[in-house]
């Protein structure tokens, strides 16, 4: 259930508008390298070069957006805010540690951006789901179908890690013996599809969140019959 004082209020459409600014930058950050999803190398190359702080501050808004949502829900899922407060340090990391130019990932940092990918790209789904798991709608289900979709994307994105060639993206043949299967030329390229597919997942969740928060403002019938009587 959701409160509605003034105060609740304020946190809705502060979640909302992080919420939209999200979205925004986004699409904003694809725009500017001229780099649709999936990107060549990963969506963390967006954070490489001048216009890297257009990704830090989407990263950023991604990590604040749930947190700030969290605080419209009646009762908080205590689970739910410890999960995305791990998420939202991931994010964080991601913003402020950027990778090395080309996803070499050798360096200390880019490492430690690579962590903080997986923390932020698992556990805010994750977060997610829990906080809407008490809400009336189709908001539970819709979060549960989309955080299956993310973890099949995240075991695909790991695999690519491992070398495996999972999507046929720019695969090239053995070249030991034609005809065979693909080796591990287009790992990469699987990796920033999965990649892009649990982040899409992960916005759309986000989305879910801000429709679950304004959908219980709705009046109910009952509550409707109850008050006419």
Not at 9 to 35: D, H, K, Y
């Amino acid at each position: 259930m959701i409160g509605d004082n003034i105060v609740v209020r304020r946190w809705r459409i502060l979640g909302s508008a992080l919420a939209a600014a999200t979205f925004f930058l986004a699409v904003a950050v694809q725009a500017v390298a001229g780099e649709w999803y999936p990107p060549p190398v990963s969506m963390s190359q967006y954070g490489v070069g001048p216009n890297g702080w257009l990704f830090a501050l989407w990263m950023l808004a991604f990590a604040a957006t749930p947190l700030v949502l969290t605080r419209t829900l009646r009762p908080r899922s205590r689970t739910g805010l410890t999960l995305l407060t791990i998420g939202a340090i991931g994010a964080v990391v991601m913003a402020l540690v950027p990778t090395d130019p080309g996803g070499a990932q050798q360096s200390s940092t880019a490492q430690i951006h690579t962590v903080g990918a997986v923390l932020g790209l698992a556990f805010v789904p994750m977060g997610i789901l829990s906080c809407l798991w008490g809400i009336r709608g189709p908001w539970r289900a819709g979060a549960a179908v989309l955080m299956a979709a993310v973890g099949v994307s995240l075991i695909l994105l790991l695999l690519a890690a491992n070398g495996w060639d999972n999507t046929g993206l720019d695969s090239v043949p053995d070249p030991v013996v034609l005809g065979t299967a693909p080796n591990s030329a287009g790992a990469p390229r699987s990796w920033a599809f999965w990649q892009s597919v649990a982040v899409v997942c992960d916005h759309a969740m986000l989305a879910l969140m801000v429709g679950s928060v304004w959908w219980e403002l709705r009046p109910h019938p009952r509550v409707s019959q109850q008050g006419a009587s």
